[in-house]
Protein backbone atom coordinates (compact mmCIF):
# COMPACT_ATOMS: atom_id res chain seq x y z
CA UNK A 1 0.00 0.00 0.00
CA UNK A 2 1.68 3.01 -1.10
CA UNK A 3 1.29 6.50 1.12
CA UNK A 4 -0.90 9.21 0.15
CA UNK A 5 0.72 11.95 -1.75
CA UNK A 6 0.68 15.46 0.12
CA UNK A 7 2.24 18.86 -0.65
CA UNK A 8 6.08 18.55 1.26
CA UNK A 9 4.87 22.16 2.76
CA UNK A 10 3.00 25.09 3.29
CA UNK A 11 2.86 28.14 4.88
CA UNK A 12 1.00 31.23 5.87
CA UNK A 13 0.39 34.81 8.08
CA UNK A 14 -0.79 34.54 11.35
CA UNK A 15 -4.82 34.67 10.66
CA UNK A 16 -4.75 33.71 7.31
CA UNK A 17 -6.23 30.23 6.24
CA UNK A 18 -4.14 27.15 4.64
CA UNK A 19 -5.46 23.83 2.77
CA UNK A 20 -3.55 20.88 2.80
CA UNK A 21 -4.44 18.01 0.26
CA UNK A 22 -4.14 14.48 0.38
CA UNK A 23 -4.76 11.95 -2.74
CA UNK A 24 -5.27 8.89 -2.44
CA UNK A 25 -6.87 6.08 -4.93
CA UNK A 26 -10.06 4.54 -5.38
CA UNK A 27 -8.83 1.32 -3.39
CA UNK A 28 -8.38 3.89 -0.37
CA UNK A 29 -10.02 7.76 0.12
CA UNK A 30 -11.86 7.26 -3.39
CA UNK A 31 -14.04 4.66 -1.75
CA UNK A 32 -14.39 5.20 1.88
CA UNK A 33 -15.54 8.12 4.18
CA UNK A 34 -13.15 7.04 6.53
CA UNK A 35 -10.36 9.69 6.20
CA UNK A 36 -8.92 11.63 9.60
CA UNK A 37 -5.85 14.22 10.08
CA UNK A 38 -3.42 14.12 12.76
CA UNK A 39 -1.27 17.23 14.02
CA UNK A 40 2.54 16.34 15.17
CA UNK A 41 4.32 19.02 16.57
CA UNK A 42 8.28 18.90 16.74
CA UNK A 43 9.50 15.59 19.13
CA UNK A 44 5.76 14.50 19.89
CA UNK A 45 3.17 12.29 19.24
CA UNK A 46 0.62 12.80 16.70
CA UNK A 47 -3.01 14.35 17.64
CA UNK A 48 -6.20 13.35 16.25
CA UNK A 49 -7.44 16.89 14.47
CA UNK A 50 -9.96 15.47 11.97
CA UNK A 51 -11.58 11.69 12.47
CA UNK A 52 -14.24 10.29 9.22
CA UNK A 53 -13.63 13.10 6.58
CA UNK A 54 -15.04 16.38 8.74
CA UNK A 55 -15.54 15.59 12.75
CA UNK A 56 -14.07 17.02 15.03
CA UNK A 57 -13.18 15.02 18.21
CA UNK A 58 -13.47 17.12 21.59
CA UNK A 59 -11.24 20.05 22.20
CA UNK A 60 -10.34 20.33 18.69
CA UNK A 61 -10.62 24.28 17.74
CA UNK A 62 -12.93 25.09 14.56
CA UNK A 63 -10.59 26.68 12.83
CA UNK A 64 -10.09 23.21 11.73
CA UNK A 65 -11.90 21.43 8.61
CA UNK A 66 -11.69 18.74 6.99
CA UNK A 67 -13.68 17.57 2.94
CA UNK A 68 -12.92 15.02 0.61
CA UNK A 69 -13.87 15.34 -3.11
CA UNK A 70 -13.09 12.56 -5.12
CA UNK A 71 -9.88 10.44 -4.28
CA UNK A 72 -8.88 13.85 -2.60
CA UNK A 73 -9.21 14.92 1.02
CA UNK A 74 -8.47 18.71 2.65
CA UNK A 75 -7.45 19.86 5.58
CA UNK A 76 -8.24 23.53 6.09
CA UNK A 77 -6.93 25.67 9.24
CA UNK A 78 -8.47 28.75 9.01
CA UNK A 79 -7.42 31.65 11.32
CA UNK A 80 -3.82 30.44 11.27
CA UNK A 81 -1.87 30.39 14.61
CA UNK A 82 1.62 30.44 15.51
CA UNK A 83 0.44 26.95 17.59
CA UNK A 84 -0.44 25.56 14.39
CA UNK A 85 2.93 25.29 13.08
CA UNK A 86 3.85 21.57 13.26
CA UNK A 87 3.66 18.52 10.83
CA UNK A 88 0.37 17.23 9.34
CA UNK A 89 -0.90 13.73 8.16
CA UNK A 90 -3.86 12.39 6.42
CA UNK A 91 -4.50 8.65 7.18
CA UNK A 92 -7.41 6.22 5.35
CA UNK A 93 -9.29 3.56 5.62
CA UNK A 94 -8.21 1.04 2.64
CA UNK A 95 -9.58 -2.19 1.00
CA UNK A 96 -8.09 -5.40 2.70
CA UNK A 97 -9.08 -3.47 6.10
CA UNK A 98 -6.20 -1.64 6.38
CA UNK A 99 -4.53 1.80 6.92
CA UNK A 100 -2.13 4.04 5.15
CA UNK A 101 -1.05 7.35 5.71
CA UNK A 102 0.04 10.47 4.09
CA UNK A 103 3.25 11.43 3.22
CA UNK A 104 3.50 14.24 5.70
CA UNK A 105 3.09 18.18 5.17
CA UNK A 106 4.98 20.83 6.95
CA UNK A 107 2.96 23.68 8.24
CA UNK A 108 4.86 27.06 8.60
CA UNK A 109 2.94 29.84 9.79
CA UNK A 110 5.52 32.97 8.78
CA UNK B 1 -5.81 9.75 32.97
CA UNK B 2 -5.63 8.17 29.64
CA UNK B 3 -1.95 7.29 29.19
CA UNK B 4 -0.21 4.57 27.24
CA UNK B 5 3.48 4.00 28.01
CA UNK B 6 5.88 2.24 25.41
CA UNK B 7 9.10 -0.19 26.23
CA UNK B 8 11.74 -2.35 24.95
CA UNK B 9 12.73 -0.17 21.98
CA UNK B 10 16.90 -0.95 21.89
CA UNK B 11 19.67 -1.43 19.20
CA UNK B 12 19.63 -4.60 17.64
CA UNK B 13 21.41 -6.38 15.10
CA UNK B 14 19.91 -6.97 11.20
CA UNK B 15 18.38 -10.48 11.90
CA UNK B 16 17.14 -10.19 15.82
CA UNK B 17 14.42 -10.13 17.67
CA UNK B 18 12.53 -7.27 19.96
CA UNK B 19 9.78 -7.06 21.60
CA UNK B 20 7.72 -3.98 22.53
CA UNK B 21 5.30 -3.68 24.99
CA UNK B 22 2.68 -0.97 25.77
CA UNK B 23 0.85 -0.44 29.36
CA UNK B 24 -2.29 1.25 29.13
CA UNK B 25 -4.35 3.36 31.66
CA UNK B 26 -6.86 4.91 32.78
CA UNK B 27 -9.21 3.42 30.83
CA UNK B 28 -10.94 -0.20 30.10
CA UNK B 29 -7.91 -1.69 27.50
CA UNK B 30 -10.17 -4.54 26.77
CA UNK B 31 -12.65 -2.57 25.43
CA UNK B 32 -10.54 -0.53 22.44
CA UNK B 33 -8.59 -1.90 19.57
CA UNK B 34 -5.14 -0.93 19.80
CA UNK B 35 -2.41 -0.16 16.76
CA UNK B 36 1.01 0.36 16.37
CA UNK B 37 2.34 3.26 14.42
CA UNK B 38 5.94 3.74 13.46
CA UNK B 39 8.11 6.85 12.27
CA UNK B 40 11.60 6.26 10.29
CA UNK B 41 13.57 9.08 11.23
CA UNK B 42 12.80 12.05 9.56
CA UNK B 43 10.40 10.15 7.98
CA UNK B 44 6.54 10.23 8.05
CA UNK B 45 4.21 7.78 9.59
CA UNK B 46 3.13 4.06 8.65
CA UNK B 47 0.91 1.99 10.32
CA UNK B 48 2.03 -1.44 11.39
CA UNK B 49 -0.38 -3.50 12.92
CA UNK B 50 -4.00 -3.53 14.67
CA UNK B 51 -5.72 -5.68 17.32
CA UNK B 52 -9.50 -5.94 18.66
CA UNK B 53 -10.40 -5.69 22.47
CA UNK B 54 -10.46 -9.49 22.63
CA UNK B 55 -7.35 -10.63 20.70
CA UNK B 56 -9.02 -10.33 17.34
CA UNK B 57 -9.11 -9.64 14.56
CA UNK B 58 -5.42 -8.73 13.62
CA UNK B 59 -3.95 -6.97 10.64
CA UNK B 60 -0.55 -6.25 9.62
CA UNK B 61 1.14 -3.75 6.95
CA UNK B 62 2.74 -6.02 4.09
CA UNK B 63 5.82 -4.57 4.92
CA UNK B 64 6.40 -6.68 8.41
CA UNK B 65 3.44 -9.32 7.80
CA UNK B 66 5.28 -12.47 8.50
CA UNK B 67 8.12 -11.01 10.47
CA UNK B 68 6.08 -9.20 12.91
CA UNK B 69 3.17 -10.58 15.72
CA UNK B 70 0.84 -8.53 17.65
CA UNK B 71 -0.33 -9.13 21.03
CA UNK B 72 -2.54 -8.16 24.11
CA UNK B 73 -2.73 -9.45 27.57
CA UNK B 74 -6.11 -7.83 28.52
CA UNK B 75 -5.42 -8.48 32.30
CA UNK B 76 -2.09 -6.88 32.38
CA UNK B 77 -3.23 -4.05 30.19
CA UNK B 78 -0.44 -4.39 27.87
CA UNK B 79 -0.17 -4.19 24.24
CA UNK B 80 2.68 -6.27 22.61
CA UNK B 81 4.77 -6.37 20.06
CA UNK B 82 7.41 -9.18 18.89
CA UNK B 83 9.54 -8.72 16.01
CA UNK B 84 11.48 -10.83 14.22
CA UNK B 85 14.15 -10.97 11.14
CA UNK B 86 14.51 -7.47 11.74
CA UNK B 87 15.79 -5.09 9.14
CA UNK B 88 17.51 -1.99 8.72
CA UNK B 89 14.37 -0.28 7.45
CA UNK B 90 12.47 -1.47 10.65
CA UNK B 91 14.55 1.45 12.42
CA UNK B 92 12.05 4.20 13.81
CA UNK B 93 10.22 5.14 16.63
CA UNK B 94 7.04 2.97 17.42
CA UNK B 95 4.14 4.15 18.84
CA UNK B 96 1.32 2.38 20.09
CA UNK B 97 -2.05 4.13 20.30
CA UNK B 98 -5.82 3.35 20.85
CA UNK B 99 -8.63 3.34 18.30
CA UNK B 100 -11.15 5.63 18.31
CA UNK B 101 -14.27 4.15 20.16
CA UNK B 102 -17.65 5.75 19.97
CA UNK B 103 -21.28 4.76 21.25
CA UNK B 104 -24.19 6.62 20.08
CA UNK B 105 -28.04 6.26 20.77
CA UNK B 106 -27.33 3.01 22.17
CA UNK B 107 -24.76 1.69 20.21
CA UNK B 108 -20.92 0.98 19.96
CA UNK B 109 -18.80 2.04 16.82
CA UNK B 110 -14.93 0.55 16.83
CA UNK B 111 -13.49 3.40 14.79
CA UNK B 112 -10.42 1.08 14.45
CA UNK B 113 -8.41 3.12 11.76
CA UNK B 114 -8.51 6.36 13.71
CA UNK B 115 -5.77 6.37 16.91
CA UNK B 116 -7.53 8.65 19.37
CA UNK B 117 -5.03 8.16 22.10
CA UNK B 118 -1.01 7.81 21.41
CA UNK B 119 1.82 7.01 23.81
CA UNK B 120 5.32 9.15 23.35
CA UNK B 121 7.02 6.39 21.52
CA UNK B 122 9.84 3.90 21.60
CA UNK B 123 12.88 4.00 19.13
CA UNK B 124 14.29 0.93 17.61
CA UNK B 125 17.51 0.92 15.89
CA UNK B 126 18.70 -2.22 13.57
CA UNK B 127 21.86 -1.64 12.75
CA UNK B 128 25.21 -3.72 12.72
Known sequence: QSALTQPPSVSGSPGQSVTISCTGTSSDIGSYNRVSWYQQPPGTAPKLMIYEVSNRPSGVPDRFSGSKSGNTASLTISGLQAEDEADYYCSSYTTGSTCVFGSGTKVTVL | ?128
Request: proline share 2%; aromatic share 16%; hydrophobic share 35%.
Open chain 2, 1 to 128: QVQLVESGGGLVKPGGSLRLSCAASGFTFSDYYMSWIRQAPGKGLEWVSYIGGSGSPIQYADSVKGRFTISRDNAKNSLYLQMNSLRAEDTAVYYCARALRMTMFGVTYFYYYYMDVWGKGTTVTVSS
